[in-house]
């Protein structure tokens, strides 16, 4: 087992000590939130992202509020402008265009100035190219890019991507994972160590 003993600080913003998941800028980290667009609590979406993800400079989730109804003359709020506009009749939540909770799988590695588009779901351990405009669902373990973004290529066979995501490495304790960096970071798995979860 390894001997760790310089862990990331669990009293630290960044990377998260509880997830790993970190974000990556120079022009710091804390300033997360505000590449998270267009997020209005009345609409209720969230954006869930999942543990150990390397989310790179220039990412941005654009959030439902964004969306504009479609089915009338025009798609421009009158509702939302305040003053005597305000008073325009607002269309109920069910008449918005909502595409639901935007979702990181585990294990994402998102690329430099990426956007992500409401409720689109990213499967774990998926790579994203940087300049990428992903419009759609990835799946897991896909190598994506592109505007829109497109799979490119399956990172395993489909044999070897359903045991990752039984595995579900990411959810095991700290020492398990430390005690097996050799077999996660070779691909190489049939060394696992089985201590304690």
Known sequence: MNNI??????????????????????????????????????????????????IAKGIEFVMNGANHRMDG?????????????????????????????TVV???????????????VHIGDGAIIGANSVVASDIP???????????VIRKRFDDEFIAYLLELKWWDWGIEKIEANFEALSSGDLTHIKKIGV
């Open 5 to 54: 003993t310089n862990r990331p600080d669990p009293n630290a913003a960044f990377p998260n000590p509880r997830d790993y998941t970190y974000y990556d800028d120079v022009d710091g980290a804390d300033q997360f939130e505000k590449h998270v667009t267009h997020f209005y609590d009345f609409i209720g979406d969230k954006l869930i992202i999942g543990k150990f993800c390397a």
């Open 73 to 101: 003359v025009t798609t421009y709020p009158f509702y939302i402008m305040g003053g005597d506009w305000g008073s325009a009749i607002a269309p109920v939540k069910d008449e918005l265009p909502l595409k639901g909770d």
């Open 105 to 119: 799988g585990n294990d994402v590695w998102i690329g430099q100035n990426v956007t992500v588009m409401p409720g």
């Open 140 to 150: 897991p373990y896909a190598v994506a890019a592109g505007n829109p973004c497109r």
